[in-house]
């Protein structure tokens, strides 16, 4: 019996989606980023990219996570089990949600511009689906750090713009889809 090929970096697919009518967003610019990311980490399978208003992310914060309000960004990690080995299943890596109003309020004191603000949401989100997080201080200096260097790598092709705050604080959250 021969054994099934080698996942690829290739393998990497985003579905994305804008449910929401607030902001004008270039779905496939940040299915390619968060790809590009999903990549980056050696990782490869399917993620889903969606885009919210503010009423679903804030329902989704609170039926997750048990916060009031809108956030920024939602992750859903889901869990790293493909089919059985020759199966034509992929691996489901999770599910970012992205609310760009919330975006549009913060991006002057987070990470300057609108445009680099979703960049920052997507790259973040990605990443805690990926299991990075910043439950601690070393934890949110490790991730800060990466999402630096992934945006310069995949969003700016350079170093970042002056007004990019990188010292900010992470208030995106996570949840699994498995807890309570």
């Given at each position: 019996m021969n054994d099934p090929p080698s996942p690829t970096l290739d393998d990497v697919e985003v579905v994305g989606g804008d449910e929401?009518?607030?902001?004008?967003?270039?779905?496939?610019?940040?299915?390619?980023l968060a790809g590009a990311v999903v990549r980056?980490?050696?990782?490869?399978?399917?993620?889903?990219?969606?885009?919210?208003?503010?009423?679903?992310?804030?329902?989704l914060n609170a039926e997750?996570?048990?916060h009031t309000g809108?956030?920024?960004?939602?992750?859903?990690?889901?869990d790293d089990v493909a089919g059985a080995p020759g199966a034509?299943?992929?691996?489901?890596?999770?599910?970012?949600?992205?609310?760009?109003?919330?975006?549009?309020e913060q991006a002057a004191g987070h990470a300057g511009a609108i445009d680099d603000e979703l960049a920052l949401l997507v790259v973040h989100g990605v990443l805690h689906v990926l299991?990075?997080?910043?439950?601690?201080?070393?934890?949110?200096?490790?991730?800060?750090?990466?999402?630096?260097?992934?945006?310069e790598l995949h969003h700016w092709m350079g170093r970042a713009p002056?007004?990019?705050?990188?010292?900010h604080r992470a208030v995106a959250f996570t949840s699994r889809r498995d807890e309570p």
């Amino acid at each position: 019996m021969n054994d099934p090929p080698s996942p690829t970096l290739d393998d990497v697919e985003v579905v994305g989606g804008d449910e929401q009518v607030d902001v004008v967003v270039d779905v496939d610019r940040w299915c390619r980023l968060a790809g590009a990311v999903v990549r980056d980490g050696g990782r490869t399978g399917e993620l889903t990219l969606t885009f919210v208003g503010r009423d679903e992310i804030a329902a989704l914060n609170a039926e997750h996570l048990g916060h009031t309000g809108p956030t920024d960004v939602l992750s859903f990690p889901l869990d790293d089990v493909a089919g059985a080995p020759g199966a034509d299943v992929p691996v489901l890596l999770g599910d970012v949600v992205v609310c760009p109003s919330v975006a549009v309020e913060q991006a002057a004191g987070h990470a300057g511009a609108i445009d680099d603000e979703l960049a920052l949401l997507v790259v973040h989100g990605v990443l805690h689906v990926l299991g990075h997080d910043h439950a601690d201080d070393d934890e949110l200096h490790t991730m800060q750090s990466r999402e630096l260097e992934l945006l310069e790598l995949h969003h700016w092709m350079g170093r970042a713009p002056a007004a990019f705050l990188a010292g900010h604080r992470a208030v995106a959250f996570t949840s699994r889809r498995d807890e309570p």
